[in-house]
């Protein structure tokens, strides 16, 4: 069972115990915790049935990068079937050791000189949203926003329609096969500069979409500032796009204020320094403005968060702010969402019922119809009543529901 290998490998790493397959006369495998050192098997057993919950419970994720979420077989194949030579790889194998990160340089290098190079012809896309599709599907997620970054496809002579059809053509499917949505927020990019930003722009507006309901600034934060991108996000906030900004990830407070009054931004990806400036909390607190917070790629990064448990997500939390959980790059940093959550649970003191709360963030902060949004917040109420129902006694107090969704 998936959630179970990926639980023993989470608890082994974090808690130093051993896992031990076992099958039921059914067939089905499940996964027996026995806990060694600092955890008793009892709570460890516990753990386990709350990872459990975190991975079956929907859920939605909102800050997600295309090309991250591509898997080690997917970017390989791609490779033998545009026919290229990457350095130091020559099997499946060399590719998925490739994808074993340990700094930002070796991120870095991975993204734009493996993944990005994979991918040669729009069609390659459809192995990425697939890969999506995937992701989404084993971690119970049914609607993601993912940002799509075009602005290097573009230069390498890919067409923007051509490429958006196929994005579209695969999240259709996904949505016929398993019913789960996904949506792109097209990268107009700090890394390029205004100019290419104001194209990609055009680029949108020229090829209006379903699929695409809007925009992003993402790339180095430090080489672009916001303020520069300002007439960009104008334009695209008169002709009725949602906007989002990374903001506050390597750079002070100011970043998030000029995504905010500059850009427009009505939610923010980051947005870890604003832990500094107390009357900055109390502005996104008071206009309910959405964080998207990925907390292990805060700790890879390593500008403001060295560790889990120093991670601000618990002061922005407890301070009231509009907290959402999300992966960034899950295929290249080796967290799910559902890790993410289980994270939170065992390293930053959040309760199960907090987690809940916290899930629901997420489907306030997407960019749907309340109406739609209303049919979900259903579907999760019903869904959470009935994980808590098969849920052990020991666990089952916890499972509570937010009170403007009971």
């Given amino acids: 069972d998936n959630r179970f290998e990926r639980y023993a490998r989470y ?28 955890k008793s098997r009892h709570a460890s057993l516990l753990e386990a049935e709350v990872f459990r919950f975190l991975h079956e419970v929907p859920k939605t994720e909102i800050h997600l990068h295309m090309e991250a979420v591509a898997s080690a077989d997917s970017i390989y194949d791609l490779m033998i079937k545009n026919r290229l030579q990457l350095p130091g790889i020559r099997s499946r194998d060399d590719m998925h050791a490739r994808f074993q990160v340990n700094s930002l340089a070796e991120f870095v290098d991975l993204y734009i000189n493996v993944i990005q190079h994979c991918i040669v012809e729009e069609a390659d896309f459809a192995y990425l949203v697939r890969d999506v ?24 002579g890919l067409s923007f329609a051509r490429m958006i059809d196929i994005l579209a053509r695969e ?49 180095a934060e430090e080489a672009g500032p916001a303020r520069d991108f300002a007439e960009v996000f104008t334009r695209a906030k008169d002709a009725g796009l949602h906007r ?40 996104l607190k008071s206009h309910s403005i959405p964080l998207e917070v990925c907390p292990t790629s805060n700790v890879f990064t390593r500008k403001y968060v060295h560790m889990l448990a120093e991670h601000p997500i618990r002061k922005f939390y407890d301070a009231g702010l509009h907290v959402t959980v999300n992966t960034d790059d899950p295929s290249v940093f080796g967290i799910e969402l559902a890790d993410e959550y289980m994270n939170l649970y065992t390293q930053c003191g959040f309760s199960l019922k907090e987690i809940i709360q916290l899930i629901y963030n997420n489907l306030r902060a997407c960019f749907l119809t309340e109406e739609k949004k209303q049919t979900y917040a259903r579907r999760l109420k019903e869904s959470i009543e009935h994980l808590r129902n098969a849920a052990p006694e020991e666990i089952r107090a916890e499972i509570v529901l937010p009170a403007d969704l009971a």
Avoid: C, W
Wanted: charged share 25%.
């Fill in 11 to 38: 608890i082994s790493f974090r808690k130093g115990v051993e896992i031990r397959r076992i099958s039921l006369e059914t067939g089905t495998e499940y996964s027996r915790i026995r806990a060694r050192h600092t």
């Fill in 244 to 283: 989002v900004a990374h903001a506050g990830e390597v750079i002070g407070p100011e970043s998030i204020r000029d995504a905010l009054h500059l850009l427009h931004a009505e939610r923010i990806g980051h947005g870890i320094s604003a832990q500094f400036d107390e009357s900055l909390m109390a502005h």
């Fill in 133 to 156: 599709h995937n992701y989404l599907l084993r971690n119970s997620i049914y609607y993601a926003e993912v940002f799509f970054s075009p602005s290097k496809f573009l230069k390498n």
């Fill in 171 to 219: 999240a259709q499917q996904a949505e016929e096969q398993d019913n789960i949505a996904i949506r792109f927020l097209v990268d107009v990019s700090r890394t390029y500069g205004v100019e290419n930003a104001s194209r990609n722009l055009d680029l949108v507006l020229r090829h209006p979409n379903p699929f695409v309901p809007g925009i992003g600034l993402g790339g």
